[in-house]
């Protein structure tokens, strides 16, 4: 029983909740400097927040306007329950709606098999990102 929903909004709608969500899982999980974490690309994306059934936020994801997908985030108590999947979904499912013919992440290599089940390619080597191991993953829509 899937005790959650997922909503797309832009930054004004949902920047606070995601925020915090993005907060808890780089800077303070995975220790990235927090300068980072923020760009000025929030402004410009949609963003999926996931939510439990109180309201409380418990996931996030954005979509950049060229198509890449980023700043995907669930808190840990939530892993493994189908929340970054649905995200993820409705990222992708934007993505399409939008015209985009593929989408593109910027994986975290410890969640490339994540992706890969949701039908992304890896492509290229292994890359830092703020000191974590990346790959580039694609996937046509």
Not at 25 to 45: G, I, T, W
Not at 60 to 68: A, N, S, V
Not at 105 to 130: I, K, R, T
Request: proline share 1%; net charge neutral; aromatic share 6%.
């Amino acid at each position: 029983m899937k005790n959650f929903s997922v909503r797309l909004g832009d930054w004004g709608d949902v920047g606070v909740q995601a925020g915090a969500i993005r907060f808890e899982v780089f800077v303070r999980e995975q220790k990235v400097p927090v300068q980072e974490e923020l760009d000025e690309e929030d402004a410009h994306s949609v963003h999926a927040l996931a939510c439990d059934a109180r309201g409380n936020a418990i996931a996030t994801g954005r979509l950049l306007r060229d198509g890449h997908i980023g700043r995907m985030a669930v808190l840990e108590s939530w892993r493994g329950r189908g929340v970054g999947s649905a995200v993820l979904l409705a990222l992708v499912n934007e993505a399409r709606r939008r015209g985009h013919a593929r989408v593109e992440l910027s994986a975290q290599c410890h969640a490339c098999d994540f992706y890969a089940a949701h039908g992304f390619v890896a492509e290229g080597g292994v890359y830092l990102d703020a000191g974590i191991e990346h790959r580039t993953m694609k996937r046509p829509l």
